[in-house]
């Protein structure tokens, strides 16, 4: 099946930039989706098709997808952005859906 | 306003029952794919299952097949997800999310239930 491959923990000082990976088999030719959650809450939709954001979410997300690597970017980390994201593709292989690992997107 | 409210959760035993509810409103029910999705303590999200708006189509996930049912209600605007023979590795809260785009199948979700805790423990 496949698998979508997110490094566990990433850490940025407030106001500088955070780039979440999320590796996978040729996934540039997939549409990727992101999701924010913060503790004890449900997952919030911060990016989907790669790039697009949903009304609401600032314009600092946003996300590019290429060759084995989907990025979600947080142009300027501030403390409310401190949070699990995780990444999600549809395999049409296996007629599942796959989400990442998740990151813990720690603000120093 | 979009809402989805998820019910039904609690302690069972090993190899019991319990069916989940998810109540929608806000929205054309009838329109949209509905997807369940877990998260174990401390764990990430996993996918569970879908379900066609009509009802018509579904898909689960390797590890729950032959066990959980989804269905829908459509005159009642409900989601459902019927687990048999749990096993302790089903402990999660389970969510129930609507795709985003109506009429697609998604998969990204942009509304969620609160999510509901389910136990599995002797």
């Known amino acids: 099946s496949y698998v979508l491959t997110q490094p566990p923990s990433l850490s940025v000082a407030p106001g500088q930039k955070a780039r979440i990976t999320c590796g996978g088999n040729?996934?540039?030719?997939?549409?990727v989706h992101w999701y924010q959650q913060r503790p004890g809450q449900a997952p919030v939709l911060v990016v989907y098709?790669?790039?697009d954001r949903p009304s609401g979410i600032p314009e600092r997300f946003s996300g590019s997808n290429s060759g084995n690597t989907a990025t979600l970017t947080i142009s300027s980390v501030a403390a409310g952005d401190e949070a699990d994201y995780y990444c999600q593709v549809w395999d049409r292989d296996s007629y599942h859906v796959v989400f990442g690992g998740g990151t813990k997107l720690t603000v120093l | 306003e979009v809402q989805l409210v998820e019910s039904g959760g609690g302690l069972v035993q090993p190899g019991g029952s319990l069916r989940l509810s998810c109540a929608a409103s806000?929205?054309?029910?009838?329109?949209?794919?509905l997807h369940w999705v877990r998260q174990a303590p401390g764990k990430g999200l996993v996918w569970v299952s879908r379900i066609h708006s009509d009802g018509s189509r579904t898909n689960y996930a390797d590890s729950v097949k032959g066990r959980f049912t989804i269905s829908r209600d459509n005159a009642k605007n409900t989601l459902y997800l019927q687990m048999n023979s749990l096993r302790a590795d089903d402990t999660a809260v389970y969510f129930c999310?609507?795709?985003?785009?109506?009429?697609?199948?998604?998969?990204?979700?942009?509304?969620w239930g609160q999510g509901a805790l389910v136990t599995v423990s002797s």
């Open positions: 040729n996934i540039g030719t997939k549409s």
């Open positions: 999310g609507r795709v985003r785009r109506d009429n697609s199948s998604g998969p990204e979700l942009d509304y």
């Open positions: 806000g929205f054309r029910f009838t329109n949209y794919w």
């Open positions: 098709d790669d790039s």
